[in-house]
């Protein structure tokens, strides 16, 4: 069974950056596409960026340009780096991941977290001045 502890979070000034953290535990993550997402209270879950077990990226167009995505298989984690943070960055983050024999990176490209089955617990980021 996948599981991951996420960390990096913490409370950022407007324009700084954080780098997040997921480590894997319970399988390597090359059998895994892999993406961060975030939620805020009351609202929906959403994908922020993805990546394939082929190491292709996607990025929401609210963080293109920002936020980099990366895997490090050999340390089994994952991490996100936040450049540019602005207050609407403010959310939980959670490292999500699903296993390539159950979904081609076709299925999973949009980050949509539905179709993404192991999650960690969340990191909080809070953006402001």
């Known amino acids: 069974q996948l599981q991951f502890v996420e960390s990096g979070g913490g409370l950022v000034q407007p324009g700084g950056s954080l780098r997040l953290s997921c480590v894997a535990s319970?399988?390597?993550?090359?059998?895994?596409?892999i993406g961060w997402f975030r939620q805020a209270p009351a609202k929906e879950r959403e994908g922020v960026s993805c990546m394939s077990s082929g190491d292709t990226r996607t990025y929401a167009d609210s963080v293109t340009g920002r936020f980099t995505i990366s895997r490090e298989n050999v340390q089994n984690t994952v991490y996100l780096q936040m450049n540019s943070l602005t207050p609407e960055d403010t959310d939980i983050y959670y490292c999500?991941?699903?296993?390539?024999?159950?979904?081609?990176?076709?299925?999973?490209?949009?980050?949509?977290?539905?179709?993404?089955?192991?999650w960690g617990q969340g990191t909080q980021v809070t953006v402001s001045s």
């Open positions: 319970g399988r390597s993550l090359v059998y895994y596409h």
């Open positions: 999500g991941a699903a296993d390539v024999t159950a979904a081609s990176w076709h299925m999973v490209a949009s980050c949509a977290p539905n179709r993404y089955d192991y």
